[in-house]
């Protein structure tokens, strides 16, 4: 189902039109209501009457977390504090929280913008979903509730942790959505698994994943355990929340919903912007937010956009799976490496778990890459030669795609860490010498 077919099947050039008049009105707001950005483009001698379409938009500057942070808390809000209804806010990890605030007509949107996902996916008034992303300062648990109670469906928030309850109300509510982040929903199979719970015994149809960078090996793996349809929803919290972008039932990239997030690609360390299909760097510009609208933010996700009509009859463009992130690449030997490479590589072979852990040392000047995985238990064997003939066919299989070597260390079912929330693969030991 298209839940807004006036806004989602527009013509492109109807569509650039929109985006152009919502261009010009962005830019005059933030050159009179944001400090930063009259004075970023007052040095780039830019003025509001520059800005004539969207074809414009590349002689506006760009927006980095770091100037999220430097204008902590609310240095970027466009309105006054009074008209700010929510905030929320990263967690802040790897340096100062980046905090957001949002109007009620940001909210409005929002909702907005989920129920076309949600449409996208299947769903309708009719289903029950379960919303496992956290309810605190992450976006995920709010903007997911309140868009599934605006396409009208039922909304449970079990929000993250007490997978045993969790489970208990998919079985007995007769759930039919869940969403979570895809390594989440992967724990939640192995548990249902060991209780004996299969499949069958649930009403579960629709996985809706996201937080994290997941692979179509992964896709294949949650859609067979769990008997789901598994779609694939992208968000941050700088720019919305989830809901920028959606997969539709072709699975084939996700469309970004243009109306309100304009999209750009550029190559991470020129900043020139990519002709259409290459892969680089995703860009956002947030054309109608009022509490903190940016400028061309970098996302650091590395992607590329897909500007053929889909099957579905969605005009929008589509960006493909984030391969990685620009700042979470690893660089191994001089080669650039991402966790989804090595992700894709073990799915591919039968008899690893998608559980693993990437561990990078560097002893004598020279860097060595651990990749830790989980056999599965079907596999699991005291010959000790059938062992090492798995471990070198993925050593093998990982030197071909990655053109370095890596140390593969298998480990039994069950052993490594599970994630609850966004699931962490790296451990990269050189920056801590």
Not at 14 to 30: H, I, S, W
Not at 145 to 162: I, K, M, R, W
Not at 385 to 401: F, P
Request: aromatic share 6%; net charge negative; proline share 5%.
């Amino acid at each position: 189902m298209i839940w807004n077919k006036n806004k989602e099947c527009m013509s492109r050039e109807e569509m650039r039109q929109l985006q152009g008049a919502r261009l010009r009105k962005l830019v005059d707001n933030v050159y009179h209501n944001v400090p930063f950005y009259r004075e970023k483009m007052q040095a780039m001698n830019i003025m509001p009457d520059d800005i004539k379409t969207i074809d414009d938009i590349k002689k506006l500057p760009f927006t980095t977390k770091q100037d999220l942070r430097d204008n902590y808390p609310f240095g970027l809000n466009a309105v006054p504090q009074s008209a700010i209804v929510r905030v929320h806010a990263s967690s802040g990890t790897t340096g100062r929280p980046t905090v957001v605030g949002y109007t009620r007509r940001d909210l409005a949107v929002w909702s907005e913008a989920i129920a076309r996902c949600l449409a996208a996916f299947g769903a309708s008034r009719e289903d029950t979903i379960s919303v496992a992303y956290g309810y605190g300062l992450f976006t995920g648990g709010l903007g997911l509730h309140y868009g599934v109670e605006h396409l009208g469906a039922s909304v449970v928030p079990t929000s993250s942790g007490n997978t045993d309850k969790h489970i208990l109300l998919i079985k007995d509510l007769g759930i039919t959505g869940v969403a979570c982040t895809p390594s989440y929903a992967l724990h939640m199979a192995e548990v249902m698994r060991k209780k004996g719970i299969t499949p069958d015994d649930l009403k579960l149809r629709i996985g809706i994943f996201g937080g994290e960078p997941w692979t179509e090996n992964m896709r294949k793996s949650l859609e067979e355990k769990l008997q789901i349809d598994a779609y694939n929803i992208y968000g941050l919290s700088e720019i919305m929340g989830p809901g920028v972008s959606h997969e539709c039932e072709c699975k084939n990239g996700s469309h970004i919903i243009e109306d309100h997030f304009f999209p750009e690609i550029i190559n991470p360390e020129t900043c020139e912007v990519l002709p259409e299909g290459e892969q680089g760097e995703l860009v956002f510009t947030t054309l109608t937010k009022e509490g903190m609208p940016l400028l061309r933010y970098r996302t650091k996700d590395l992607c590329s956009l897909i500007y053929e009509p889909c099957e579905c009859g969605r005009t929008s463009v589509r960006m493909t799976r984030i391969m990685g992130r620009s700042d979470d690449m690893l660089i191994i030997r001089g080669i650039n490496v991402f966790p989804s490479q090595i992700e894709s590589v073990i799915l591919q072979l039968p008899e690893f778990e998608p559980q693993y852990l990437l561990v990078v040392t560097r002893e004598n000047n020279r860097d060595n890459l651990e990749v830790h995985v989980e056999l599965k238990e079907e596999y699991y064997s005291d010959e000790i030669n059938k062992t090492i003939e798995m471990r070198d066919r993925l050593a093998r299989r990982l030197q071909s795609v990655l053109s370095i070597s890596a140390d593969v260390k298998i480990v039994s079912p069950n052993t490594l860490e599970r994630s609850v929330g966004k699931s962490k693969r790296v451990i990269d030991k050189r920056v801590l010498e």
